[in-house]
């Protein structure tokens, strides 16, 4: 199984709809790749919170048409990151006004939506998306042709139980879209390989490059094995970073090493 990492640069001076175009061409361009992933809120920037409200669109929006259409032209399953997700309000007022959401796209290699999943864990300690966006409340997995890869985004990273809950729905594998920053980079990697090595899981982690809302960004996008090796790492700039997975190097490692059969505490 052949996966690809693309680290999109996120350019404010960038037009959206520029880079809409310049991200599903480096999709196409990962034809014979199994599984393509894309940054966390790249349309706008993770920490750009001023553009959320004006950069939101639903599930079927101007980000989900580029990206369908890219992974049906590649023939790849594509998860294509996150989006601001501006959903109807509850109480029937004008659509401007519903909730947003930081919302992860999967599509399968004829362009349907496989996946939604609503960020669990918003960050900003009450404030930017912590308080911009609401919460989503349901762990996510999609099921792909030789392996079931469970969805989180950024923050999820920090809250193990998230994974936990996803291993038990049979995720053998996670994508992690994150828009994460230069600053903390090493907890990056160091979390990337933590949650593989306690769940005996690959982890697809894949982060933006450039500098948005001033806050550089960690690039660095990382795939670690079961055991907790990593098998590829980018550098700070934009870069696809491709690697060859064994997608039965999952089940000989949890038989090999059975840590998981020793759990005791669940939630």
């Given at each position: ?6 680290q999109?640069?996120v ?8 880079r809409?175009?310049?991200?599903a ?5 990962q ?14 920037g993770?920490?750009?919170y001023?553009?959320?409200?004006s950069?939101?669109e ?5 980000t ?5 259409q ?9 998860h294509a ?8 309000p509850?109480?029937g ?6 909730p947003l ?10 362009g349907?939506?496989?996946?939604a999943y609503r ?5 900003g300690?009450d ?18 042709p030789?392996?079931?890869a469970?969805?989180?985004t950024?923050y999820d ?9 996803l291993v038990d729905?049979?995720a053998?594998l996670?994508v992690?879209p994150?828009g994460?920053?230069?600053?903390r ?12 090595l306690?769940?005996?899981?690959y982890?697809l982690a894949?982060g933006?490059?450039?500098?948005h ?5 960690a690039?660095?996008s ?15 700039g ?15 490692v949890?038989e090999d090493?059975p840590?998981?059969k020793?759990r005791?505490?669940?939630?």
């Amino acid at each position: 199984m052949r996966a690809s990492l693309i680290q999109l640069g996120v350019d404010p001076a960038e037009p959206v709809d520029a880079r809409r175009a310049r991200a599903a061409a480096l999709v196409r361009e990962q034809r014979g790749s199994d599984l393509v992933v894309l940054p966390e809120l790249w349309t706008v920037g993770a920490f750009a919170y001023e553009s959320f409200a004006s950069g939101a669109e639903p599930l079927d929006g101007p980000t989900a048409t580029v990206m369908a259409q890219a992974a049906r032209d590649a023939g790849v399953w594509l998860h294509a990151g996150s989006i601001v997700e501006r959903t109807a309000p509850a109480d029937g007022s004008a659509a401007d006004d519903g909730p947003l959401y930081n919302t992860s796209l999967v599509f399968s290699p004829t362009g349907e939506r496989a996946a939604a999943y609503r960020k669990i864990h918003r960050f900003g300690f009450d404030k930017g998306e912590a308080v911009l966006m609401d919460a989503g409340t349901e762990p996510a997995t999609v099921r792909l042709p030789e392996i079931t890869a469970g969805l989180a985004t950024c923050y999820d990273l920090r809250f193990p139980e998230l994974f936990r809950a996803l291993v038990d729905e049979g995720a053998q594998l996670f994508v992690v879209p994150a828009g994460w920053p230069a600053r903390r980079r090493g907890h990056w990697t160091l979390l990337a390989r933590a949650r593989a090595l306690e769940n005996q899981s690959y982890v697809l982690a894949c982060g933006t490059a450039g500098t948005h809302a001033d806050v550089e960004q960690a690039g660095h996008s990382i795939v670690v094995d079961p055991w907790g090796e990593v098998l590829a790492e980018a550098g700070a700039g934009e870069e696809v970073l491709t690697v060859d997975l064994d997608p039965g190097r999952v089940a000989a490692v949890r038989e090999d090493f059975p840590a998981l059969k020793d759990r005791v505490l669940r939630s």
